[in-house]
Nanobody
């Protein structure tokens, strides 16, 4: 089992920045990938950014150039959110892929509002 704890969400104005963190614990030896997903009200959950144990990253087109994922997938992964837009408002979830399955965090709310 892997436990994931997200932190760093909040309320910010358009154009502002936030930094989300996801701390992994438990059976971390099998983790090979960690990602951030988000779900806005009335919309499907979508993948925002991904990082592998080798450091390879991938981003959704909607966040490229604005969001940066970094960190160690077996410890803590961060998501830096810059130039935030109203449409970035969502619950952001951390998820990890391991040799024994996928695990999800509880989510953290990010609200962009003027």
């Amino acid at each position: 089992q892997v436990q994931l704890v997200e932190s760093g969400g909040g309320l910010v104005q358009p154009g502002g920045s936030l930094r989300l963190s996801c701390a992994a614990s438990g059976s971390i030896f099998g983790i090979y990938r960690m990602g951030w997903h988000r779900q806005a009200p009335g919309k499907q959950r979508e993948l925002v950014a991904l990082i592998t144990s080798s450091g390879t990253t991938n981003y959704a087109d909607s966040v490229k150039g604005r969001f940066t994922i970094s960190g160690d997938v077996k410890n803590t992964v961060h998501l830096q959110l810059n130039s935030l837009k109203l449409e970035d408002t969502a619950v952001y979830y951390c998820a990890t892929s391991t040799l024994s399955g996928d695990y999800w965090g509880q989510g953290t709310q990010v609200t962009i509002s003027s």
